[in-house]
């Protein structure tokens, strides 16, 4: 298992921003197989962590067109900088009460 940790300082939020994640969201989902993915943002800080059964998963969300139009008005438009690291997931445990 892998996860896609991407951490953002935002520019700004706007309606086109949260309408553009929220396709960017379901696409993952739908046609390149994550498995979770998980957001929030805090003040002007970002962070959003997606997680994927392989690098090849990963690698095709990354080079989706779609995909790549949303990274490049996101440079452009709402991030101040950005940051993505790719991690594989060694251990998983969870407790729930």
């Known amino acids: ?11 700004t939020i706007d309606a086109e921003y949260s309408s553009t994640a929220e396709k960017m969201r379901a696409l993952a989902f739908t046609k390149y197989g994550c498995k979770d ?3 929030c943002t805090e003040g002007n800080n970002e962070i959003a962590i997606s997680y ?9 969300w990354k080079n989706d067109p779609e995909h790549k139009a949303a990274q490049e008005l996101g ?11 790719v ?3 060694l251990r998983e445990y969870e407790s729930s009460t």
């Open 87 to 89: 991690v594989e997931l």
């Open 52 to 60: 994927w059964k392989s690098k090849d998963q990963i690698r095709a």
């Open 1 to 11: 298992m892998y996860a896609v940790i991407f951490t953002a300082t935002m520019n």
């Open 37 to 39: 993915f998980t957001s």
């Open 75 to 85: 440079a452009k438009k709402w991030y101040k900088s950005y940051k993505v690291q």
